[in-house]
């Protein structure tokens, strides 16, 4: 039984040591390992710290002892509770669940700016004609999240003074990046190279830009474009602010 290799529906309880781990500290890993949440819940527990009831399922063939090692595998965790669901192995296997945007932005929020992955496992989750468009949309919430959160305060730089200041450190926890007027290189991209045929990674950086500067009140309306992407040759891609 624990050799059979299927996509598995599972309930656990896991119990944290403290109650400073919480849900989020607990779906982040199982998204990043390629679950797909179903239900999720956190009560306070006796001992101090939290219980965490999930429901969910793995996305790709996985034995009951990989699961075990999933759960295992989470910090500060312990598994008070697992049942997995037979009925589920034969049914599941044909769909592969997208992942929603909601869980995926809170894993983001959990690991930024080390979200190359779970860009990617949102990515492939994904049929391939919605792609671009989820990744762009992705990407305009977290650049703009990250304006909002690191470059709101104080008065807003204007264009193209707010590149250099802001737009490049906030790149620069995803890659090495060059700026030249309005035009931005990430060394590197860690979106890039992973991607399909269709760019689409690629478009969650487009998106980024876009949301990072649609958040500066000082900035008008821009349109971005990669205007060349690195993958499978220099690995630089080029986006060009217009
Ligand atoms: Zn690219």
Redesign the pocket.
């Known amino acids: 039984m624990l050799k059979k290799e299927c996509s598995l529906k599972f309930s656990c309880t896991l119990e944290t040591s403290s109650e400073r781990i919480r849900l989020v500290n607990v779906i982040s890993p199982l998204i990043k390992a390629g679950y797909q949440l179903v239900s999720q819940k956190q009560e306070s527990s006796e001992k101090g710290g939290n219980l965490i009831y999930v429901i969910a399922r793995s996305q790709s063939a996985k034995t009951q002892a990989d699961l075990i090692d999933d759960l295992s595998f989470i910090e500060g965790c312990t598994l008070v509770n697992l049942e997995i669901d037979e009925d589920e192995s034969s049914s599941a296997a044909p769909a592969k669940k997208v992942l929603d945007e909601k869980s995926v932005l809170s894993a983001i929020g959990a690991y930024y700016p080390k979200i190359a992955d779970i860009v990617s496992q949102y990515e492939a989750s994904l049929p391939s004609d919605r792609r671009m468009a989820a990744l762009h949309e992705l990407g305009r919430k977290v650049g703009g999240g990250i304006y909002q959160r690191d470059y709101s305060l104080g008065s807003p730089l204007k264009m193209p003074t707010t590149i250099n200041r802001e737009l490049v450190p906030a790149l620069k926890g995803f890659s090495k990046v060059k700026a030249k007027n309005n035009v931005i290189y990430l060394i590197k991209?860690p979106?890039?190279n992973p991607?399909d045929h269709s760019?689409s990674?690629?478009h969650f950086?487009v998106g980024y830009i876009e949301g990072f500067l649609a958040n500066n009140p000082a900035v008008g309306v821009v349109q971005v474009e990669?205007t060349n992407?690195?993958?499978n040759s220099t690995n630089i891609?080029e986006f060009t602010i217009e």
Do not use: N, Q, R, Y
Request: proline share 0%; hydrophobic share 25%.
């Open positions: 991209c979106f890039c991607s760019h990674g690629c950086v990669e992407c690195g993958a891609c």
